[in-house]
């Protein structure tokens, strides 16, 4: 049922783990039995905390554990529930986003105390109410806090300073500390992720390092090209996926003159579907609003069951049959505001999280001409996979 490599982060017993899973490999799977397994020796149910980063992924973990009395909440909802009389402020529309993304940045000690924040201070506190953050800032400050014996910790390359400063205040002499993650998956540097989290974790409690690369969800070549694409990255912990599939998998890099033969392109591989799950993902919301626009006007009944048009960012965690990637140039993907070589980093990783969505299927499609038949210059990303590929002929 289990790997060598997944019994063995099930089994291991040091106080400090950190594994390195990679996509597919099964780590939620590897989580829910090393619970059972604490279980199963004796730990007692309340002595057990599970903490991850999204409701969904909490509610997903609770079902397949199917044992109430084990605590599994996000960071938010774990240290909110011993706050009192404190409204949440979750509709705060009177604020750009923007803004309210340099708030929580500032709240992480990330940038500089943005403008107005006195006037956002205000508000929050004539109406009681506190944002997610504060719920995190309001939990160090109490005293009096829970003791676990065992704290697990999902997604942990996701982890902000606050999320780390909550985590040190939870551990005790006695406590042990299993944590999962993926550096390479690491893309939420612009909310305050911070990608070196997980070597300072390693380095101050001196950890255990596991590794999880059976991937159980993509055939070998899609495999092939994401490893090839990583490896190109210098601050990671290294890591080689392997494919559990005896299937080779299909690989296409489609090169069309202009949006009009992308968009045929793409009708073409849809109405030609057969397989149950289809994703078409960019870097960018705009580019598939205008793809939207023009599928629904050809397509009017659009398949809308089996395809699923999602940014990069929000096909984490997801997977399909098939993926097609669009937006494929040097001004997209990097993203043209990313210059530095950490934020070319986590584009790169941001691309690798995309690649490692599809199963059986993967088609790049890139648009040679934009409007008044401008060039349209290919993503060094490609140039960095497709050594081993064929190009399609222009369409």
């Known amino acids: 049922m289990f790997n060598k490599q997944q019994l063995e982060a099930i089994t291991c017993r040091d106080r400090f783990i950190f594994v390195n899973a990679g996509a597919g490999s099964g780590k939620t799977t590897v989580m829910i039995a090393r619970i059972q397994a604490l279980l199963s020796e004796g730990i007692l149910e309340n002595q057990i905390l599970g903490l991850t980063f999204s409701r969904e992924a909490a509610h ?3 079902q397949r554990l199917n044992n109430e009395n084990v605590f599994i909440s996000t960071f938010h909802s774990f240290c909110y529930q011993y706050l009192t009389d404190r409204e949440v402020a979750e509709n705060l529309h009177m604020f750009h986003s923007d803004f309210l993304l340099k708030v929580s940045l500032y709240k992480n000690m990330l940038s500089k105390k943005p403008f107005g924040y006195q006037r956002y201070k ?5 109406n009681n109410m506190i944002d997610y953050d504060d719920m995190l800032i309001e939990f160090l400050k109490l005293n009096d806090i829970p003791i ?14 606050l999320q780390m400063q909550v985590l040190s205040k939870l551990i005790t002499k006695k406590s042990h500390v299993f944590v999962v993650g993926d550096p390479d998956q690491s893309i939420y540097r612009f909310r305050g992720a911070m990608p070196s989290v997980i070597h300072q974790f390693v380095k101050y409690y001196q950890a255990k390092v596991l590794t999880l690369d059976m991937n159980y969800r993509s055939d070998k070549n899609i495999l092939n090209i994401a490893n090839q694409l990583i490896k190109n990255n210098t601050h990671r912990i290294e890591k ?32 030609n579907l057969t397989y149950k799950s289809f994703a078409i993902l960019s870097r960018t919301h705009h580019q598939l609003y ?6 629904h006007e050809t397509i009017p009944m659009f398949l809308q069951h089996k395809i ?22 040097e001004k997209t993907l990097p993203h043209h505001l990313s210059v530095s070589k ?24 890139h648009h040679k001409h934009q409007d008044q038949n401008k ?19 222009i369409k």
Request: charged content about 30%.
């Open 60 to 62: 997903q973990m609770k």
């Open 122 to 126: 205000k508000y929050l506190k004539k």
């Open 148 to 161: 676990f014996k065992h704290i697990l910790i999902d997604e942990f390359q996701d982890t902000n300073y």
């Open 240 to 271: 080689t996926l392997k494919s559990h599939s005896i299937h080779k998998g299909h690989i296409e890099i489609i090169l069309c003159h202009d949006k009009t033969n992308q968009l045929k392109t793409l009708l073409e591989l849809i109405t």
């Open 290 to 295: 205008e793809l939207k626009l023009n599928i």
């Open 308 to 329: 699923k048009l999602l940014t990069l960012h929000e096909s984490k965690g997801l997977e399909f049959d098939v993926v097609c990637i669009i937006g494929i140039d």
């Open 342 to 365: 950490e934020s070319i980093e986590e584009e790169r990783r941001l691309f690798y999280v995309g690649l490692t969505r599809a199963k059986h299927k993967l088609y790049f499609i």
């Open 375 to 393: 060039n349209v210059k290919l993503s060094k990303f490609m140039l960095e996979i497709s050594q081993n590929q064929q190009f399609k002929a």
